[in-house]
């Protein structure tokens, strides 16, 4: 028989792992199922997770089987917790979560445009957070930071970043000498997309994509600044060979089209989920729908999910776009790319954060990596 290598074994830990932090408990029948693992090579994993206190054993749940009840897996909540931090226009946001993902507590901290400040910021804030409410349980297993830019997600290095003007800059290893602990630096949409895909809209899919439309204050009306994708393929986030997938230049800032104009009126019709379509918004649906329909020719995904600082609940404004994109997109058998609003909102980005913070403390490795191979090269 072939030896199982060490790869294929962390590969096979992360898998178990992942279920259990997506599902909640789970039996080990189902988890064999699930895994397509063999039972000798899942109660292997198993036995390692619990000696380590990973996971532990949390009641029994009735089976087909006349008399058997089978008993349930889960994540040790007890194992420690961490921290998110979605870093937003002013504000950061943050999310403490425990080893099972669930949420501890949530704050908000207010931030100019001086990044140089996020380590001592963040420490001051967990710090006071801590005093406050005294520690969870366990250990803090790690800090996720997910902000705009490019991101070197192996070095933890911010490569760009025009909002805040910084380039190349260290600020995983900054955050990580402040606070003592793992840090784990994304980009802010492929944060809220693993969120999204874990807790959110995209819970049911394996290929999507999150469209972020974000816009700006300009005069009396507001303008569409920029529009970017975060791209989750066959299960993973897909970043690029140089983390800048789905990255696009903003609109010049000397001319706008019509359709990026938007009133503030515009804004509380997007708002409102039973809202109408006005005809003012026809030009705004024919431009998302335009950019979207090619996109979706090029990577085929199930399903896209609206996301940015507009606010976009409006069901029939969203159904036009639907439409329009199905329409436009190459007829096949079967084919039809919904679309879907977020589910999270602003708390997206460092509900992401944590996740992935989380899941790369438990499995000692990145279940997200740059290429959407399985081979990865992080560690905790």
């Known amino acids: 028989m072939k030896p199982i290598s060490i790869t294929s ?14 599902n909640g408990a789970n039996s080990r029948q189902e988890l064999v199922e699930l895994t397509g693992l063999r039972n000798s090579t899942l109660t292997s994993i198993i036995r390692d997770l619990i000696r380590s206190d990973v996971v532990r054993t949390t009641g029994k749940r009735e089976s087909n089987k006349v008399g058997k009840k089978q008993e349930l897996l889960e994540i040790n909540p007890d194992l420690g917790w961490v921290v998110g931090a979605g870093v937003q226009e002013r504000v950061i946001s943050l999310i403490y979560m425990d080893a099972s993902g669930g949420v501890i507590d949530r704050d908000l901290l207010q931030f100019g445009r001086n990044a140089r400040l996020i380590p001592d910021l963040l420490k001051n804030r967990i710090d006071a957070w801590i005093t406050r409410h005294g520690g969870p349980p366990g250990r803090l297993l790690g ?15 911010v490569l760009r970043s025009t909002y805040y003007e910084i380039s ?10 402040a606070i003592k602990t ?22 049911d899919l394996d290929s999507f994509l999150m469209f972020v439309i974000n816009v700006v204050e300009r005069n009396q009306d507001y303008v569409v600044r920029s529009f970017g994708f975060s791209l989750f393929l066959e299960g993973r986030l897909f970043r690029g060979p140089h983390f800048a997938a789905g990255e696009i230049n903003p609109p010049a800032d000397v001319a706008h089209e019509p359709s990026d104009v938007i009133t503030e009126e515009d804004l509380i019709v997007l708002a409102k989920p039973d809202g109408e379509l006005p005809e003012s918004l026809n030009p705004f649906v024919m431009r998302i729908a335009d950019t979207l329909s090619e996109v979706v020719d090029l990577l085929d995904p199930q399903a896209i999910v609206l996301a940015g600082n507009l606010s976009l609940r409006n069901t029939k404004v969203i159904d036009a776009i639907e439409a329009e994109v199905n329409q436009r997109i190459v007829s096949l058998h079967n084919r039809y790319v919904s679309i879907r609003p977020t589910a999270l909102m602003d708390q997206g980005i460092c509900t992401g954060a944590a996740l992935a913070s989380l899941e790369k403390a438990l499995t000692g490795r990145d279940l997200v990596s740059p290429n959407g191979s399985d081979e990865t090269t992080g560690t905790s």
């Open 168 to 177: 190349d800059f260290p600020l995983g290893q900054m955050v990580s000498d």
């Open 9 to 22: 074994m962390q590969n096979n830990r992360s898998a178990v792992l992942q279920l259990l932090h997506r």
């Open 182 to 203: 793992a840090v784990n630096i994304e980009n802010d949409a492929n944060c809220a997309t693993l969120a999204e895909s874990r807790l959110g809209s995209a819970r």
């Open 143 to 157: 800090v996720g930071i997910g902000m705009p830019g490019v991101i070197d997600t192996d070095l933890n290095i």
